[in-house]
Nanobody
Framework: QVQLVESGGGSVQPGGSLRLSCAASGSIFGISVMAWYRQVLGKQREFVASIRSGGTAAYTDSVKGRFTISRDNAKNTTYLQMNSLKPEDTARYYC?????????WGEGTLVTVSS
């Protein structure tokens, strides 16, 4: 089993920054992909960013240039640095990982962007 625990969410004004963290624990040998998704109540969960074990990153268009995903393989942790936050970034952010072909999700952390 793999456990993913997110942290770093909170409330911020438009234009502000937050850094999310996701720590993986358990049977975590062979994590191939770590990613972030987000979901607004009543809407589908959407892809935000991903990073492969080799460091290749991908982003959804709406966050390109504002968000940066990174990964510390030694700590089995992924980070999402979010800058220039907008009200439309308000959502619950979920960590996702693929470990030896199995998919795992965290419980999520809430990000609220409001003046």
């Amino acid at each position: 089993q793999v456990q993913l625990v997110e942290s770093g969410g909170g409330s911020v004004q438009p234009g502000g920054s937050l850094r999310l963290s996701c720590a993986a624990s358990g049977s975590i040998f062979g994590i191939s992909v770590m990613a972030w998704y987000r979901q607004v109540l009543g809407k589908q969960r959407e892809f935000v960013a991903s990073i492969r074990s080799g460091g290749t990153a991908a982003y959804t268009d709406s966050v390109k240039g504002r968000f940066t995903i990174s990964r510390d393989n030694a700590k089995n942790t992924t980070y999402l640095q979010m800058n220039s936050l907008k009200p439309e970034d308000t959502a619950r952010y979920y960590c996702y990982a693929v470990v030896r072909g199995f998919q795992y999700w965290g419980e999520g952390t809430l990000v609220t962007v409001s003046s």
